[in-house]
């Protein structure tokens, strides 16, 4: 076994023992499991040679609550969410929706795209907005993502329509010189 794949052996251990009894876990707990692995990630991303180029991928392969390299990357970010915000976070974490049910992961990587991925509780006014949204209407996290590409379509049709604007106003310019 070479060096890469013996030192992702060990993380994928490490991160699969955070998840250990995961489920049976209250919701503030499992989200402080989500940002201790976050923190375990970022070395993977900022060491090609110990982890491999797909280092991420990799492990996220092997530890299901994981799933995707999509996932493992947006779990790895939280590793970097500031003491204040995170505590903000966990204690928000502890109150469930209006249907009972907890709010998932998925739940909370809508309120972080909803306000700023850096500082997720920075806009307090926003943060509680979106939390009172996802409590109030309860969608799952299949409904989240359905929404979410429908937003990534809407911004990219409009980023291709601004594109657009420009090469035809360098094209005018040009046409005038």
Known sequence: MNTT???TAKLVREIAAHFKDFDRRPPAEQMATYFAVGLDLGPVVMD??????RGIADIAS???????????S?????????????????????????????LTLGHWRWVFRACSPERPAG???????????????????????????VLDREHEREQDELR?????AASHLLGAL
Not at 48 to 53: C, K, L, N, S
Not at 62 to 72: C, D, K, P, Q, W
Not at 164 to 168: A, D, K, L, M, Y
């Open 164 to 168: 657009e604007q420009v090469r035809e």
């Open 123 to 149: 806009n307090e006014e926003q943060f509680r907005r979106e939390l009172a949204w996802l409590r109030r209407e309860s969608p799952s996290e299949e409904v989240l993502e359905h929404i979410e590409e």
């Open 74 to 102: 947006w779990v790895m970010s939280l590793g970097h969410i500031d003491e204040e915000d995170r505590a903000f976070i966990l204690e928000e974490a502890a109150t469930p929706m209006d249907n009972g049910q907890p």
């Open 5 to 7: 794949n013996r030192a």
């Open 62 to 72: 092997r530890v299901s609550h994981l799933g995707t390299e999509e996932r493992a």
């Open 48 to 53: 090609q040679v110990t982890y491999g180029p």
